[in-house]
T-cell receptor, first 114, second 112 residues
Framework: DSGVTQTPKHLITATGQRVTLRCSPR?????VYWYQQSLDQGLQFLIH???????AKGNILERFSAQQFPDLHSELNLSSLELGDSALYFC?????????????FGEGSRLTVL | DAKTTQPPSMDCAEGRAANLPCNHS???????VYWYRQIHSQGPQYIIH???NNETNEMASLIITEDRKSSTLILPHATLRDTAVYYC?????????????FGQGTTLQVKP
């Protein structure tokens, strides 16, 4: 158990819909990272938040947005869903800016878009 | 951050050492080598990291060549539970963000 909690674990929805994925980082971790893993793309970095502020952005679509709240949990919002958005979405957390490089990953949220 | 090259797949017999190579010929002086693994769609798991000295922990050993252009992750006594995708990642030690960029990794199959 990494200490990172993601909900929901599984989600099935239809094209055009909007979903929200939630992540609770490890106690004390200020950084939250979101990754997407689809079959043909591998693990893709989406976005990094540190203490409520966006620190880095990767290959995140404009239809996707994220935020980190004052209690440090984070949400990833996916809108106008397409079939290709079906993937595993991982959240990770780390201490501060994580110069040690150790990220702790949750078990993921599996999104299926039909 | 420097790019890495890993073989796409490897096999290892149970109980034997698994040696997973990684090439990072463009690594800079302030970049660390990290290893993570992902067991069948679970969240990736940190294994070990190093700068230039060899490192060992309860999971594995990391051997970095003197010129730092390549490294090897060693699982001393591989078990079936070590079957996973292993990722070698290079990242700056001092960074405004701790993001890690994953490549395709090496799929290690441990066989009985």
């Amino acid at each position: 158990d990494s200490g990172v909690t993601q909900t929901p674990k599984h989600l099935i929805t239809a094209t055009g819909q909007r979903v929200t994925l939630r992540c609770s980082p490890r106690s004390g971790d200020l950084s939250v990272y979101w990754y997407q893993q689809s079959l043909d793309q591998g693990l893709q970095f989406l976005i990094h938040y540190y203490n409520g502020e966006e620190r880095a952005k990767g290959n995140i679509l404009e239809r996707f947005s994220a935020q980190q709240f004052p209690d440090l949990h984070s949400e990833l919002n996916l809108s106008s869903l397409e079939l290709g958005d079906s993937a595993l979405y991982f959240c990770a957390s780390s201490v501060v800016g994580a110069n040690t490089g150790e990220l702790f990953f949750g078990e993921g949220s599996r999104l299926t878009v039909l | 951050d420097a790019k890495t090259t890993q073989p796409p797949s490897m096999d290892c017999a149970e109980g034997r050492a698994a040696n997973l190579p990684c090439n990072h010929s463009t690594i800079s002086g302030n970049e660390y080598v990290y290893w993570y693994r992902q067991i069948h769609s679970q969240g990736p798991q940190y294994i070990i990291h190093g700068l230039k000295n060899n490192e060992t922990n309860e999971m594995a050993s990391l051997i970095i060549t003197e010129d730092r252009k390549s490294s090897t992750l060693i699982l001393p006594h591989a078990t079936l539970r070590d079957t996973a995708v292993y990722y070698c990642i290079v990242r700056r030690g001092s960074s405004n963000t701790g993001k890690l960029i994953f490549g395709q990794g090496t799929t290690l199959q441990v066989k009985p």
